[in-house]
């Protein structure tokens, strides 16, 4: 049974969904309105189509079971990775040798991450439809199997890794993960406090752990978020029912025999209800927003203006900001999506924004570096194009 917090942030009172959850999104295919569905789900009431909720994770993407399907075969394939770590490190640890006290670390810190992962899966697992995984797994007669081809352009959607990553920097309360937030948020908290006069509600696209969309609260009335990515938007509607421990394992690049293994423990703060009361935040695509159209304040991007082209992400903030509404970025200058015709210079991307009728008010380019990354061994710095942008009547 979830917690008293995790079923407001659900939207759900008494079994029931509370009028706030359904009119905060709209259908991402039509824009209509959604309505309950039973005790857990939506339902477009213009077009029919059903959107389940899995642990207070509303998955409000074009096509809700094959977006579920992706998911979980990705985490199977997480888990298997993490098994056969798993197993490589209970082998060492029986055999008592040199290897046996890092081994029975690395075995603790991976059986913490697989448990996670698994019910994260299997709350996937309980809703999912068997045709509907048989119809991502299995390639239609002539066509590419979606395995190979649909989901594999987007790295960032069912990431295997980065949920640690986040969850670190954003929950676990180390000194260089809020070092690394207090730069972040003053730029874009600045960005706001100068150019965003109105406060009623905010979308902070690719939201990922979930920490700048939290404390955005103290700056708009309502803020909703959207990821594609399952597991970061189950990870943090879980936060909401108590503390998420997980471990940082590093065996391609160890430091020292100490810092192999990392323990963390996620947890909000003591007094996230009222705050998590305004939040909304559910499985979306930018691509198509489940937003009501001119709707929003302001759309914030932090980190996210890398993975997505540019024309995209300016179509969909368009449709959903009120006249005058702002679009307010923070992110690295570098990209992460293949599709090379969207790789714009500075330049290139202020004749697109222009294109799509927004008026630039201010930006800044700056260098930020990150904490120490798992998989390079060390920090990274970033070049950083930060802008504010105003969507002209």
């Known amino acids: 049974m979830a917690s008293p917090l995790a079923r407001r942030l659900a939207g759900i009172v008494d079994g029931e969904y509370a009028p706030p959850m359904s009119s905060r999104f709209v259908c991402p295919r039509c824009t209509?309105?959604?309505a309950a569905a039973g005790s857990r789900d939506h339902r477009c009431a213009a077009c029919g189509v059903d959107y389940p909720t899995l642990q207070g994770s509303a998955i409000l993407v074009p096509a809700p079971w094959p977006h579920l399907a992706a998911a979980c075969v990705q985490a199977e394939w997480l888990c298997q990775a993490l098994g056969t770590q798993l197993a490589v490190a209970d082998e060492l640890a029986a055999?008592?040798?040199?290897?046996?006290?890092?081994?029975?670390?690395?075995?603790?810190?991976v059986r913490a991450n697989l448990a996670l992962v698994r019910r994260q899966q299997q709350s996937i697992i309980?809703?999912?439809?068997?045709?509907?995984?048989?119809?991502?797994v299995v390639p239609s007669v002539g066509g590419p199997s979606p395995l190979a081809a649909g989901f594999a352009n987007d790295r960032y959607s069912f990431s295997a890794v980065d949920q640690y990553e986040y969850a670190r920097t954003d929950w676990s309360g180390t000194p260089e993960g809020e070092e690394?937030?207090?730069?972040?948020e003053e730029a874009v908290f600045e960005l706001i406090d100068r150019h965003c006069p109105e406060r009623a509600s905010a979308?902070?696209?690719?939201?990922?752990?979930?920490?700048v969309l939290f404390d955005l609260t103290s700056r708009f009335e309502q803020v909703l978020g959207i990821d594609s990515n399952y597991r970061y938007v189950d990870f943090f509607h879980r936060l909401a029912e108590g503390p998420i421990r997980f471990a940082q394992v590093n065996v391609r690049l160890p430091v020292s025999d100490?810092?192999?293994?990392?323990?963390f423990t996620a947890a909000l703060p003591a007094d996230a209800g009222e705050r998590l009361s305004r939040i909304g935040y559910a499985v979306a695509d930018a691509k198509a927003l489940p937003i009501a159209t001119g709707?929003?304040?302001?759309?914030?991007?932090?980190?996210?203006?890398?993975?997505?082209?540019?024309?995209f992400l300016?179509?969909?903030?368009?449709?959903?900001?009120?006249?005058?509404?702002k679009l307010v970025n923070f992110g690295s200058l570098s990209y992460c999506f293949s599709d090379s015709i969207g790789h714009l210079t500075p330049g290139e991307a202020e004749h697109v924004i222009r294109s799509f009728g927004f008026r630039v008010e201010e930006q800044r380019t700056s260098e930020m570096w990150f904490h120490d990354f798992r998989d390079v061994g060390g920090r990274r710095a970033f070049r950083i194009w930060s802008y504010a942008l105003t969507k002209e009547a």
């Not at 969909?316 to 509404?325: I, N, Q, T």
């Open 32 to 34: 209509g309105p959604l």
């Open 95 to 109: 055999k008592a040798g040199y290897r046996a006290p890092v081994a029975r670390r690395v075995a603790e810190g």
């Open 126 to 136: 309980d809703r999912l439809d068997v045709r509907a995984l048989l119809d991502y």
């Open 180 to 184: 690394q937030i207090r730069i972040t």
């Open 203 to 211: 979308v902070v696209l690719g939201a990922g752990a979930g920490r």
């Open 258 to 263: 100490e810092t192999v293994v990392t323990h």
């Open 295 to 311: 709707s929003q304040s302001a759309v914030v991007c932090v980190f996210f203006a890398d993975v997505i082209p540019l024309h």
């Open 314 to 325: 300016l179509k969909e903030a368009s449709r959903v900001l009120k006249p005058g509404g």
